[in-house]
């Protein structure tokens, strides 16, 4: 483990790791600051955004809410819905929207975007705290493809997956916690309003060494935001592999590949895959925030990197990565 440790002080890292070796030994570093403004220094029970990452917590909702028969894969998002979204496909389903192959428009085109640290809401961030606060962004981006035919990563419809479990439950956020977290036992993590963060909750910073809090939501949606810790993601990968957050046959069908990105990356439902399907992993990418967090099915070793800068994460993930492989 000398060689994260050098990796993470030659690059500047700040942020938290965890490693899980298949023998069941444990690395663990924290490093950088947390709060630059104080000087409180990142500690491995930090929390951290980890953008993207709700993606698979998100999905993990749905999935639940389909063992209920709340709904089914095959759901279409007008059925739940209704007009609120006119400008979506009225074929395109809860599966097609959890695997990117929805064709829905997408409000943050992250093809499109350039320099992450640039990127601006086209709304004021503070207006963006329950999932219908996502209907004028949403409605601004037609629908592109056709329902089913084309694989492209798409935020828009992750949101809209928020909307459906927002009309079945009353609360996105109280049914990501009741159905995903409690079960997983992870205590510490959630969605936090920004401007209003628990104590060892650490800042995102821009390369510019400016906080991200006018460049992300007040509080995490469907699509990103959520604050994670490192012990609370390995309690993730063994509550999920123990059939404690949805079914082993729930699980099966989102971590088989369906779909593929690149040579490197394909796609389940709401889960990143290695091409040959052993590798599943979570990914989150914003302005002051990167992060990923990946296990091996055949062996069960696990790593989480998490870095509250733009960047920062992708030198130790790359090497944890390849740990793994």
């Not at 006119?86 to 320099?115: C, K, W």
């Not at 981006?141 to 492209?152: I, K, L, T, W």
């Not at 290695?274 to 590798?279: A, E, L, M, V």
């Not at 989150?284 to 790593?303: E, I, M, N, W």
Request: hydrophobic share 40%.
């Amino acid at each position: 483990m000398n060689r994260i440790s050098t990796l993470a002080e030659s690059t500047n890292f700040s942020g938290v790791l965890r490693l899980d070796a298949a023998d069941g030994s444990v690395f663990t570093l924290a490093q950088g600051q947390a709060d630059r403004r104080v000087g409180a220094e990142n500690e491995t029970s930090t929390r951290l955004a980890t953008a993207s990452a709700t993606k698979g917590f998100t999905a993990l909702t749905v999935m639940s809410l389909i063992e209920k028969g709340d709904l089914q894969l095959t759901t279409t998002l007008r059925s739940i819905v209704g007009d609120a979204l006119p400008f979506v496909d009225a074929a395109v389903t809860i599966e097609q929207l959890l695997g990117h192959t929805s064709g829905v428009g997408d409000y943050l085109d992250e093809e499109a975007m350039g320099d992450i640290d640039e990127y601006i809401l086209d709304v004021s961030a503070h207006t963006l705290e329950r999932p219908a606060d996502y209907l004028p962004l949403l409605n601004n981006h037609p629908q592109v493809s056709p329902p089913g035919e084309v694989f492209a990563y798409n935020n828009s419809g992750y949101i809209m997956l928020s909307i459906v479990i927002e009309e079945l439950t009353g609360s996105f956020h109280d049914a990501v916690r009741q159905r995903v977290l409690e079960p997983a036992g992870m205590a510490s993590s959630g969605f936090f309003r920004s401007d209003n963060l628990p104590p060892n909750t650490a800042l995102g910073y821009l390369e510019d060494g400016r906080t991200n809090i006018f460049h992300l939501p007040v509080i995490g949606g469907g699509d990103g935001g959520i604050y994670l810790t490192l012990d609370d993601m390995a309690s993730f990968w063994n509550a999920l592999y123990e059939g404690r957050i949805v079914t082993p046959e729930s699980l099966d069908a989102m971590t088989t590949v369906r779909n593929v990105a690149s040579e490197t990356y394909s796609y389940g439902l709401g889960f990143w895959l290695s091409p040959d399907g052993n590798i599943v992993w979570l990914e989150g990418l914003d302005p002051g925030v990167s992060f990923r967090s990946a296990r091996s099915k055949r062996t069960g070793a696990h790593y989480t990197v998490i870095s509250n800068t733009s960047s920062g994460a992708w030198p130790l993930v790359k090497h944890c990565h390849q740990l793994l492989s």
